[in-house]
């Protein structure tokens, strides 16, 4: 194994419809910070950086298990994005004033998090997380 990985930053892309309503919801609702803005010939891009990333892979049977954890039956597509928050019930409600509709109120996961879930701008289903402590 290398000392140095050999992939540096995950970096997930998005395409919003409604690209001012996405870049307002996440960026100025969830607090991400902007890294960058770049624009084409009639289109624009905004990177906002979201912390340290992991890829989080699991097969069917195990994402089942997670909606049925978090929301109570199947919801999730193939993908889902999940951010840890300092507060996630706050957090939840905030989003949830911004435009989000809550799918889950935040609940204590067997894993021993908080976890909501709401669908988002840009149709991304989202998983709020608090780790709570033992």
Do not use: C, K
């Amino acid at each position: 194994m290398p000392d140095e990985p050999a992939v540096r930053e995950l970096r997930l892309v998005v395409t919003a419809a409604d690209y001012d309503a996405a870049l307002h919801f996440y960026r100025d609702v969830l607090g991400l910070t902007e890294r960058g803005a770049f624009s084409s010939p009639g289109g624009r891009v905004t990177i906002l950086d979201a912390g340290r990333a992991t890829l989080e892979l699991t097969d069917p049977n195990h994402a089942a298990f997670i909606d049925e954890v978090e929301v109570g039956q199947r919801v999730a597509g193939h993908i889902r994005v999940a951010f840890q928050v300092d507060d996630s019930a706050t957090t939840t409600s905030q989003l949830a004033a911004a435009g989000a509709r809550v799918l889950a109120e935040p609940t204590r996961t067997p894993w021993n998090s908080l976890n909501s879930r709401l669908e988002a701008p840009a149709a991304l289903q989202l998983t709020l997380f608090t780790e709570l402590d033992d």
